[in-house]
């Protein structure tokens, strides 16, 4: 018998049907009082459920309801049409497990009675009094589960599923937990309840259908505001409940593994099956771990920790969005990174496809870039060894394929030390790279095609050395610029380290070993050659270049070498890179220093016979470096040495009139008495007329006034030489006159006699001049008495008038002084001791009146001290 099952209820849980959750399903437990943790979980679900506010309420067609142990299970799905008149929300589908022998307390204490008295109205609850349920006797014994509407496999296997969503067993059932016609009995519940579900839908949410994600609470994080039961629901996955989207399996068809995530949520029902304290152990790390608890996140968790476990999966449907994943995941940490190595190894091994692949070994790439800075040592040998195997795995494959893996390589933005080794273990073990490079190389035919080579087969290095040195000396010596050969020039640098440089500079230096000044007159080899090892080697060019400019001073430093060549001279010059016009100014400075040094280290003797023989005209600088020397020789000579040395200072001032006052000065110094009759004798010649204007001077020393007194002597009348005589001795000092007195005994007896005559009457004066000094002496020093003692009695009288009487006699003696100087012409010493003398003492005289006896005393000291300081001075000064 059929009954139909009406009641006026709808559930609007927040949690299970919020606004971002577009399509739903919930699965709410039983409240019977002896299964406690059930009954906790029904009364937590009710007290999240928020009823909607209905203003229209209708019938909820209950589409089947089954028996399972003390419940009963009542279901059904409406689409929102059948509900609340302007919410929008899709279909709901509801499961209500009700204790059998509990009627409606049971049914309402499982839906939380609270929550039902919101919505509906007292007299308008359901009652299930009139609810008949069948009982098969004869199925009792073998699941326990009927159904008035289902066979009896498809009620067990929907009791398997339901008991499954709620998270007390395995959530996927596979063809290992039951008989083979089990599974297609469950297979075909599945796909009814699928159907039914999608029928019900409207058909513009039918393609949200996507699939089914259940929750095992006691794997996975949940908020502790969420309920605790488990749950599914269809649609896309929400971001913003993260935390219930876990596993997921196809709706609405078969049954089946779709993709590699289907195949892994099978295995690792297997794994929980078979090995369920590891998967709990690999549930539990990713529950204490840092990584966002979402389906994907958990699902390739487990494929890590397999890959670590070394837990066989199957790669069959691994695509490249899904390895494009395992790239993004083992960002996580560095154990994932390892791990990523080996899901790559695997695939390499069990995918030919993949092999083949460059999005696969692109995607490779991006990750050896993106962990340069922080793989460990040994896993980077890892890497590099296995992007090597997977690039020689592509020889052969197809034409290009392994270039294009290098292509990949190269604009990946690796670090190029890893780039660079990657690719030369590459060329090294790969025949057809080094066959290919091999034939690329035998027929370049220049320096850029060269460089090309080398860029794209620059590991190859070790196995075509000979050949690509080779080729450069080749293209260096056919190339016909410069910048060709500076070109190749450097590849060989940058490929061999300059060998190449080296070997043919160093022929080219046997060639370049002997190299005369006629060579490079005439010698073509020269000019090319030193060309080419300036090029080749800048360092020996430059050496080789010193020692042929030296070899061309050497010759240049000879006047005759340059007087023959001058026409080939300053062009060898400029080949050499030498100036001329400063090689010939350091050639002539050097001439001159040695001409210098010449005159420098020349006797008196060879001195002068240099000054007589320069023409000044031709040879001013050397004429007067000639006098400077002489110059110098007379301010360091203490006295002559012989008539040369005589001769050439003489010629000295003949030929440099100008002399300083000190050089004429030395000259005296020099000239002693007995060599005035050999400047007599010279003075004789008309050529040295000039000598005597020279030497002839205001002021000259003793020495000077002497010779030319003897010089006057010797040339003028007699009458004019003795009044030169006279004239000149009253200048002598008495020392003076003895040394003249001596000289001129020795010469012509006629000057001596004059002299003799002249002196002695010079001396007769001078004892006259002598007895009236005394006699004025005398005069003044009584006149000096006199005025002493008349200050001081007109100090008596008052001080004024010896102040007074001393002015009168300062006047006095400045007026006689002053009369002396214009008659005489001369101030008389005489007359200024005597005038001098009278002064002082009225000075003193009137200091006496004025300040008495002390301040004459003061007065006689200052003036002795003073008189002390003059007397040492003058002294000093005549000596």
């Not at 073998?142 to 009620?155: F, N, P, V």
């Not at 969420?226 to 399996?249: N, W």
Request: proline share 3%.
């Amino acid at each position: 018998m059929k009954y139909e099952f009406n009641q006026y209820y709808y559930t609007a849980a927040p949690d299970l049907f919020n606004k971002s959750r577009k399509n739903g399903w919930g699965i709410f437990g039983s409240s019977t009082p002896d299964h406690n943790i059930e009954n906790e979980r029904a009364e937590q679900i009710s007290k999240d459920w928020v009823p909607m506010r209905l203003e229209e309420e209708k019938a909820f067609p209950i589409e089947y309801v089954m028996y399972y142990e003390d419940r009963y299970i009542a279901g059904g799905a409406t689409s929102c049409s059948t509900l609340i008149e302007g919410d929008n929300r899709p279909n709901t589908w509801t499961h209500v497990m009700v204790p059998e022998k509990r009627g409606e307390e049971s049914f309402l204490s499982c839906l939380s009675i609270s929550s039902f008295d919101k919505v509906q109205r007292k007299d308008q609850k359901i009652r299930l009094d009139k609810v008949m349920v069948p009982y098969d006797s004869e199925l009792e014994s073998r699941s326990g589960l009927k159904s008035w509407q289902e066979e009896c496999s498809d009620a067990y296997f929907l009791k398997m599923l339901l008991s499954g969503f709620s998270g007390s067993k395995r959530i996927l059932i596979t063809d290992r937990d039951l008989s083979e016609d089990d599974f297609e009995a469950y297979q075909l519940l599945a796909r009814k309840m699928m159907y039914h579900i999608y029928y019900m839908m409207p058909g513009c949410w039918r393609k949200e259908l996507n699939f089914i994600a259940p929750m095992m609470p006691k794997y996975f994080r949940l908020s502790s505001e969420k309920p605790k039961g488990a749950r599914f629901y269809f649609g896309p996955e929400d971001p913003q409940e993260q935390y219930d989207l876990v596993i997921s399996m196809q709706q609405g068809r078969e049954l089946e593994i779709r993709d590699f995530y289907d195949s892994m949520l099978t295995r690792m029902s297997e794994l929980l099956h078979e090995h369920n304290e590891l998967y709990e152990e690999i549930g539990e790390r990713f529950r204490k771990s840092n990584y966002a608890a979402n389906e994907k996140d958990y699902i390739w968790h487990f494929i890590f920790e397999m890959v670590e476990n070394e837990i066989p999966i199957d790669w069959s449907k691994f695509g490249l969005d899904e390895y494009q994943e395992a790239y993004n995941q083992a960002w996580m940490d560095e154990g994932r990174r390892n791990d990523f190595l080996k899901i790559t190894a695997v695939l390499l091994e069990t995918r030919e496809d993949i092999a083949a692949s460059s999005d696969f070994f692109s995607i490779y790439c991006r990750m050896m870039r993106a962990f340069s800075s922080e793989m460990n040592p040994e896993i980077w040998e890892k890497v590099i060894r296995q992007a090597v195997q997977w690039i020689m795995r592509t020889e052969g494959m197809k034409e290009n394929l392994l270039e294009q893996y290098l292509q990949i390589l190269s604009e990946a933005g690796i670090r190029s030390d890893i780039e660079t080794e990657i690719q030369g273990i590459v060329m090294q073990e790969s025949t057809q790279i080094q066959k290919k490079a091999g034939e690329i190389l035998e027929h370049l035919t220049t320096a850029e095609e060269m460089e090309l080579w080398w860029t794209a087969y620059s590991p190859l290095k070790e196995v075509f050395s000979e050949k690509i040195e080779q080729k450069l000396s080749d293209l260096l010596i056919h190339s016909k610029t410069i910048e060709q050969k500076e070109q190749v020039l450097d590849l060989d640098d940058q490929i061999f380290e300059g060998k190449v440089r080296s070997a043919l500079a160093s022929r080219l230096l046997k060639k370049l070993k002997i190299v005369t000044f006629q060579d490079m007159k005439q010698w073509q080899l020269w000019e090319t050659g030193k060309e080419e090892l300036k090029l080749l080697s800048p360092g020996e060019y430059q050496k080789k270049n010193q020692e042929w400019q030296k070899l061309f001073l050497d010759q240049v430093r000879d006047p005759a070498f340059r007087e023959e060549h001058q026409n080939d001279i300053r062009e060898i010059a400029l080949e050499l890179g030498t100036d001329w016009d400063k090689i010939q100014e350091e050639l002539e400075a050097e001439e001159k220093k040695r001409k210098q040094r010449e005159t420098r280290m020349a006797s008196d003797e060879e001195l002068l016979e240099q000054l007589l023989s320069i023409n000044y005209s031709q040879n001013q600088e050397q004429y007067h470096y000639v006098l400077d020397n002489i110059s110098s020789r007379i301010l360091k000579c203490e006295s002559l040495k012989d008539e040369v040395q005589f001769n050439l200072f003489c010629f000295y001032y003949i030929c440099y009139p100008d002399a300083s006052r000190e050089k004429k000065d030395k000259f005296w110094q020099l000239c002693t008495l007995e060599w005035f009759p050999k400047l007599e004798q010279l003075l004789q010649d008309p050529a040295a007329e000039i000598l005597k204007d020279v030497l002839d001077y205001e002021d000259m020393p003793f020495e000077g006034r002497l010779f030319f007194l003897y010089h006057s002597s010797m040339q003028d009348p007699l009458e004019d030489a003795k009044r030169a005589i006279r004239r000149q001795l009253k200048t002598f000092s008495p020392p003076e006159r003895e040394t003249a007195k001596y000289f001129f005994s020795q010469g012509d007896g006629q000057v001596r006699r004059i002299l003799i005559q002249e002196l002695n009457q010079s001396d007769k004066n001078q004892i006259t001049a002598n007895i009236q000094l005394i006699i004025k002496s005398a005069f003044w020093i009584a006149a000096a008495l006199l005025v002493y003692e008349g200050i001081g009695q007109l100090d008596k009288i008052h001080p004024i008038a010896a102040v007074a009487a001393w002015v009168v006699v300062l006047a006095g003696c400045l007026s006689k002084l002053l009369l002396s100087i214009k008659k005489k012409k001369e101030v008389v010493q005489d007359d200024m001791l005597l005038f001098g003398g009278l002064l002082w003492i009225s000075c003193g005289a009137v200091i006496r009146a004025l300040c008495g006896v002390i301040g004459t005393a003061v007065y006689l000291a200052v003036l002795l001290i003073v008189s002390l300081v003059v007397l040492l001075a003058s002294s000093r000064q005549n000596r």
